[in-house]
Every structure is written in C-alpha cells, then in structure tokens.
C-alpha cells in the first residue's frame, strides 16, 4: 500500500474541514446536497459525455494504483534478464522454453517466445514496442479521464454557486434567508476547487509517473531481450541494463 498517497488524501479531506471549523463556519456549513449534485454528479455526467466505454472502464480499474501501485521492483527485473541470459549461452535460445512456459507477465511471455522462435532482434523489438505504445497509450487515456473531472469540477462549481445566487436573488425580500443562503452558494465553489486540486488533479499526475515508470521497465525489458537476441556477454547486458536505473 502507498502510505503517501494514503496520508495526502487524508490530509486532503482534513484541510477541508479544518479549515471550515477553524474560520468559524463549522463542520455543517460544509454539507449541501444541491452542491453535492451540481458539482459531483455534473462532473460525472461530463466525464460520461467526453469519454468512450472502454476508456472509463480502464480509469476505474486503475485508480487504485494510486493506493495500490503495481509492483515495480528493477533490479528484480534486471537479475531475471541476466538469468535467461546465462542459460541462452549455455544452453541455446531453446534452453528459454521452460521460463517461458512459467512466466506469468504476458509482456515478458511473448518476449521469450519470440527468443525461442528464433525472430531476428528487429522483429522483436517491432513486435514489442507496438505492444509497450498500444498499453501505454491506454493507460494515459485512462488517466486522462481524472485529469479532465479535475478541470470539469471548478467549472461546476462555479455553476452552482451561480446557482444558489440566483435562488437567494429571488428571497431579497427575506433577510433571515440571505446570509445561510450566500452560504451555501460558495459551498459548491468548496466542492469543485476542493475536489480537482486536492484529488482529482494529483490522481491523474500519480497514475501518469506510474505509467511512465511502467513504461520504462518494458523498455529496459526490450533492450535486454533484443541482447540476448545478438549473443551479448551476460555482463554487457547486466551494464546496459543498469543505465536505466540512473
């Protein structure tokens, strides 16, 4: 678990709150369901508008790397691309079918199959990189939809607050009802700036750097297939793939 991310979103809410009770407008002042509705489901419905079905799908399912990031551990990957190194230059490109068959990521699965087939390092880096565009492309899409919520929800904001300004407009002639009235317009204000810059926004930049970081392991995953492809010296490979930690 991302206990950063964790303790942020905490922290997020908790300004909010605090914030409200230390200016004095208390913890009540905060609640609107008519603000909830503008600007949360408004949000929503935009996002439904803007988006294609398989793109929303791919932003839910990843979201919870923000909490739950995948496992990314480099040097893991670089003594495992040693490894298949080693037996390919004891035991041939045929020596691989067995770690083939075992291998549970199916990026590093058709890497080896393609070894073990005897494509020439070209075709396996062609091969692969349209793999690693196609899988990023789609996971930026994905974050891409929290990003545009974020720029979505100030507007919507505003909208209510319009919103409320003009129902308080309408009660003038009532005093009592001014105040709690002006009140409750800039709640949904609160909720849209709140809600893109404290969530919205920094979800979307979070899951951009783990796919980005993703992106970078398939690479280094590539430049280390495509050596054991040329016959490199295990060691060379080691050092090449080393450069990609720095």
Do not use: C
């Not at 699965?109 to 494509?119: M, R």
Request: hydrophobic content about 50%; charged content about 20%.
């Amino acid at each position: 678990m991302e206990a950063l991310s964790l303790t942020g979103i905490v922290l997020a809410f908790a300004v909010v709150i605090f914030g409200s009770i230390l200016k004095g407008s208390g913890l009540a002042a905060l609640w609107s369901a008519a603000a909830f509705v503008v600007v949360i489901v408004g949000t929503s419905a935009a996002i439904m508008v803007q988006t294609r079905a398989a793109v929303l799908r791919r932003a839910l399912r990843i979201v919870r790397w923000v909490i739950r990031p995948p496992v990314s551990d480099s040097q893991a990957l670089i003594a495992k691309v040693i490894g298949w190194s080693e037996i390919a230059r004891r035991q041939g490109l045929l020596g691989l079918e067995s770690h083939f068959e075992a291998e549970a990521d199916p990026f590093a699965k058709k890497g080896l199959q393609l070894l073990v087939d005897g494509s020439e390092p070209e075709v396996i880096r062609g091969i692969l990189e349209v793999d690693l565009a196609v899988k990023e492309h789609a996971d930026i899409e994905a974050a891409k939809v929290f990003e545009a919520a974020g720029t979505y929800a100030p507007t919507m904001g505003i909208i209510g607050a319009v919103m409320g300004l003009m129902a308080v407009m309408e009660n003038l002639s009532d005093p009592s009802r001014l105040g709690p009235g002006i009140a409750g317009a800039f709640v949904s204000t609160v909720y849209g700036i709140a809600s893109a810059n404290l969530l919205l926004l920094p979800i979307a930049s979070k899951l951009k750097g783990l796919i980005r970081g993703q992106a970078q392991q398939r690479e280094m995953m590539i430049e280390g297939l495509i050596a054991i492809a040329e016959g490199e010296n295990p060691r060379n490979i080691e050092t090449k793939l080393q450069g990609f930690l720095h």
